[in-house]
């Protein structure tokens, strides 16, 4: 498919357990409509490193796999989607995750002081992605990424050439803290408890598709871009 880097995509949420291919379908969401993809979990790994006062605050927490405060997110997201990247589209990955969010979300998008509301004002495309249990298991404990330029692999399914080296940049790849197994069941339980509600949501406002991601990673990708594209035809 062309690349599609004019017309306004709007907001586009992406649903899903963690491990369930967010943060890859989003990297070629945002290559093929040129929009940022704003994950909220990068930004508050990005604040953690940096030792911002954010950071702080969400350190401990997220090393526990639990769930950041709604209100530190939330502040933290319309900061983001402020900048002028956003104008004609974001890609939400990891956000909104409790039902709190969701409606906090539709809030802003609603509200004419908003900066950016103009061009991005259209409800949400929302996307989950579902994966079976044991799949998950396996993705989130054999992901890697590299340090330098973000490239995700899979030591079961996606492999580096080299062995734990990033093919683009040979760089060493990673083990994300909360990927470690200990983690991964509090993640899950966050899940299930907190982000089921947010899909329940958009599912009663009749805003919600679901998305085999169970499927090889191309053809979860070209589902996606149908979603995309029938929301627009
Ligand atoms: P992720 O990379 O999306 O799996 O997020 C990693 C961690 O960041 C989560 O386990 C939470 O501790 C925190 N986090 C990310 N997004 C949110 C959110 N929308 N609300 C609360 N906490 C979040």
Request: net charge neutral.
């Amino acid at each position: 498919m062309a690349q599609e880097t004019s017309r306004d995509v709007g907001p586009i949420v992406l649903l899903g357990p963690p491990g369930a291919g967010k943060g890859t379908q989003a990297k070629r969401i945002m290559e093929h409509y040129s929009v940022p993809q704003i994950s909220t979990g990068d930004l508050l790994r990005y604040n953690v490193a940096q030792g911002t006062e954010l950071g702080q605050a969400a350190k401990a927490v997220m090393a526990r796999g639990e769930l950041v405060s709604d209100d530190l997110v939330c502040t933290m997201v319309r900061e983001r989607l402020k900048q002028p990247d956003c104008k004609r589209g974001y890609i939400l990955d990891g956000f909104p995750r409790t039902a709190a969010q969701a409606g906090w979300l539709d809030a802003l998008l609603d509200s004419k002081l908003f900066d950016n509301s103009r061009p991005t004002r259209a409800w949400p495309i929302v996307i989950r992605l579902d994966v079976d249990y044991n799949q998950l298991l396996l993705r989130i404990t054999g992901r890697r990424s590299c340090p330098t330029c973000g490239r995700i692999y899979n030591v079961h399914f996606q492999p580096p050439r080299t062995d734990e080296a990033c093919d683009s940049d040979g760089s060493k790849l990673v083990t994300r803290n909360d990927d470690r197994l200990e983690v991964i069941q509090p993640r899950l339980a966050a899940y299930q408890e907190q982000t089921r509600p947010v899909a329940d949501y958009y599912q009663r406002t009749g805003r919600l598709v679901s998305v085999n991601g169970d499927l090889p990673v191309d053809d979860v990708t070209d589902q996606i871009y149908r979603v995309i594209e029938d929301h627009h035809a």
